[in-house]
């Protein structure tokens, strides 16, 4: 295979596992960790593993001009981001988590039009005012009380803060990908994300019984710091050596069909018609907002 198909394939998986990661992580909070506690889990182990992997290969420079913008990356790949989405995990459901993040390509245009310059047309206002009505319909009327959300509200108001700040470590981060290695960017972020939310999730991580953990439980947490956030945030950086952040992005509107699946199989959660509804709603004004217009191909470099 090529190495555009190697990107796709990267993106692929990285959406499949982030598709299972809404129910797994979920099952785990708040009884086994907190959500902030389980982010430092999260960013200590990766930042592990991406060192251990630099030990190996040949060691790069990077330039003073560029370290502002990898604490940037940090803050709103890894800091920001995450802690909102598990926050927002704990409060609400798989499902609205799934089909809230689809806006994340809506987001990532509104974005570039601010930081980039880039026109949005009158198809494409229409496809983001879509899109941001089927969030606001989760928002402000999906609260079917549920036992395990007790704020859906606010969750899916966490879930669309996460999706802004993946979009904008989308954005700041492509310069340092045709720059860096994989590998050197990831310890670098990882480890700044590790000293940032050091003192915000220490009390809950310490607050967890290690020793007494079920074997579910350490496969279960395995599987979010070895899959989620080490092989995910991997495969994602390569793939953005190959693609832009665009195409990327439409790999999300994989995450709510695996995620409703296997929450549902898991019993973890449940459709409901408010839900398709809102679904359908986000999906339409992706849609619209994201749709090249008919014989008009705009390059990208890289693709």
Known sequence: MGQRAWALLAAFAASAI???????????????IGPFGFILL????????????????PSEKVDKKDWLRIVACAIFGMVLNMNMFFKGLQLSTPINSSVVITLSPVLLLVLSAFFLKERITVRKALGIAIGLAGALVLILFGIQEQPNAPNIPLGN??????????????????????KYSSITLMKFFFLFALLINLPVGFAQFSEVNWASLSYSSVWQLAFVVIGTTFLTYLFNIYALKQLSP???????????VLAAFIAILAGADKLTPLRIVAAALIFTGVFLSTRKPRGKRIQKNPQ
């Open 18 to 32: 982030y598709g299972a990661n809404h129910t797994i992580a979920k099952g785990l909070m708040p009884d086994v």
């Open 42 to 57: 999260r960013v200590g182990g990766a930042a592990i593993l991406f060192w251990l992997i630099s030990l190996f290969l």
């Open 157 to 178: 108001l966490l879930f669309i803060v996460n999706a802004a700040s993946y979009s904008i470590y989308l954005i700041i981060v492509k310069p340092l990908v045709a």
């Open 246 to 256: 665009s195409t990327i992005g439409a790999f999300i509107y994989l995450q709510p």
